[in-house]
Structure formats: C-alpha cells, structure tokens
C-alpha cells in the first residue's frame, strides 16, 4: 500500500513537471542573414542563442542572402514566416549600416511572430501583410551580450541572436526589450504594388526562383482571376528593367509544368500563388537575361486572338 502510495505520489510529481515544463517551452528561434557559412559568425549566432538557453530549437532560413540585399531578405521573411507557428522569433540581419543610426527593433505581427533586427526596411512585407501589433527599440544598456560594448560591427552575434533568444527562451517578456515605438513607424521599402489596368496587370520581379531559374511576380491569383484567365489561356507577358524591354513572351497557362513540352515556356501560380513564369526543365531567367528587385517590372494581359 505504501509503495503503491508512493509511486502515484511519484508519478503526479512527474506529470506536474512534464505540464510546467510543456507551459515553459521554448519558442522556434530562426536566423537569416547575408553572413554565408564559409566562416564562424553564423556559430558564433548559433553559441550566443545556446549561451541563453540550451534548450532552443534554432534553424537557419538562409545565410545566402546576396551582400546587402535588404529586399530579398524581406522577401524571404514574407515568403517564409507563416509556415513557422504563433511565437516563433525572426532573427534578421542585413545590415549594411551596422553601427550607424539606424535603430534596432524587435516587431511583433498581429499574427504574434516577432521579427528582431535593424530597421532598414528588412521587415517592409512582413509589416504590409500580416500587420504590426508592435514595434519596441532594443534597449542594449540591458539588452545586449556581456563585453560586448566595444564591438561595433556584428550585432547580430552582440544584439539580435542575443536579444532573440532571451525573447524565445522566455527569458525577457516582449516589453523588456526596450521603449515602443509608433507601429506606422517601420522602415518600409518603396516598390510597385501589383495593379489591374484595363486587361493588363503590372507588378514586379521580386525574387527567382534561383534553383530552376523560375521568374516568379507579385501578382497575386486574385488579379488574374479578374482577367478571367482560364487553363491553357495564352498570356502575354513582358518584363522590363527601369522601364526597358527586356524579355516578351507569350505562354499558356498551366497548373504544371508537365502542362507544356519540355523547353517551352509557360505561365502558372508558384507555391505563394502569386504570377510566375518558367520554361519546363529550362531557365528562363538565363535565357532572358533577367534578374529581380523594385527595379524590375513586369506586365501579364491576355494574349491577342490569333488572325
């Protein structure tokens, strides 16, 4: 009877520590940077973070971010960052004005994802779609890794893995991280939202798809829903550099790739279900000499009828 006592005793006692424990779980902590990994500052991130706690569970989005390349970085925020649950942190860093006047900033998303890094229009997307519930300045009197104060030139290792991870592991609760902000206040980056005109929808070229060579838009499905766009429709699709001509073509719409011989092009929905236009088993970025960011644009209408 007493050992029986004991063991329920025992157990409880282990159950109640499972459930704090669950209550207490660390947040997914998820780095990106420009850095790449062909030396030691991304581990360097990765010690800091483990530093805070042992326990996070830390994963790279990319450190193969183009140098400086604030847009892609925001792009792939956005392209990224509702797949990963409620509470996740963002440690973000393209920072081409580490140590200058530019603030760092941990935002909050209605959704309730945080996004930790510079304030250089790194966070631009994420703001536009899924909304800032707040946005705090990083206070890095109390915020900021130990002797770290001389260093001016890698916050990301000093600020933002360090402040990311006390905010994952629980450590800090979102209000200490330092003073608010107005939310309206985020750095954004000026681009070309995507617009109908008439039969013709104009967006940008924000990022290839840079395995296969896929040139992917901004144009979301519901715009070319409006075209009343239906399966095998010829499109016409133009992209332009700072308002030059670079590459014309016309293609029909697929669902896939199979949807067309290999070699030929076509136009389809990627997994964002935005625009996006490919040649099956081929890389239309290559043979059309085009690239991505704000400058390139890009225009989709319905083919003209055949004479």
């Not at 780095?31 to 994963?59: E, N, Q, R």
Request: charged content about 20%; overall charge neutral; some cysteine.
């Amino acid at each position: 009877m007493i050992i029986k006592r004991i063991s329920s005793i025992v157990a409880g006692a282990c159950l109640s520590a499972l459930l704090l424990s669950s209550a207490q779980a660390a947040a997914p902590l998820v780095l990106m940077t420009d850095f790449g990994t062909a030396d030691g500052a991304v581990s360097a991130m990765h010690g800091v973070a483990y530093g805070v706690d042992p326990k996070l569970t830390i994963s790279d989005l990319t450190h193969q971010i183009p140098d400086y390349d604030i847009w892609l970085g925001a792009y792939r925020l956005y392209q990224t960052a509702n797949y990963w649950p409620q509470g996740t942190v963002f440690v973000s860093v393209i920072d081409p004005g580490v140590g200058t006047a530019r603030k760092s900033v941990v935002l909050k998303t209605k959704g309730g994802r945080y996004f930790v890094g510079p304030d250089n229009g790194l966070f631009t997307l994420i703001a536009e779609r899924d909304g800032v519930a707040e946005l705090r300045e990083i206070d890095e009197k109390v915020n900021r890794l130990a002797g770290s104060a001389e260093s001016y030139t890698f916050h990301g290792r000093d600020v933002y893995a360090y402040v990311g991870a006390r905010l994952a592991s629980g450590a800090i609760t979102y209000e200490q991280v330092g003073p608010p902000l107005p939310s309206e206040s985020v750095v954004k980056i000026a681009y070309q939202k995507p617009v109908r005109d008439g039969n013709t929808i104009r967006g940008i070229v924000p990022v290839l798809d840079v395995k296969y060579g896929n040139v992917w838009t901004n144009i979301p499905k519901s715009l070319l829903d409006e075209l009343q766009v239906k399966l095998h429709d010829p499109l016409q699709v133009r992209i332009l550099h700072k308002g030059k001509q670079v590459a014309k073509v016309t293609a029909p719409f697929e669902h896939t790739f199979g949807g067309v011989a290999k070699g030929k092009p076509l136009v389809y929905l990627n997994s964002l279900l935005d625009v996006a236009v490919a040649i099956s088993q081929g890389d239309f970025a290559a043979k059309h000499h085009v690239e991505s960011g704000v400058d390139w644009e890009v225009e989709v209408s319905k083919a003209p009828a055949a004479k």
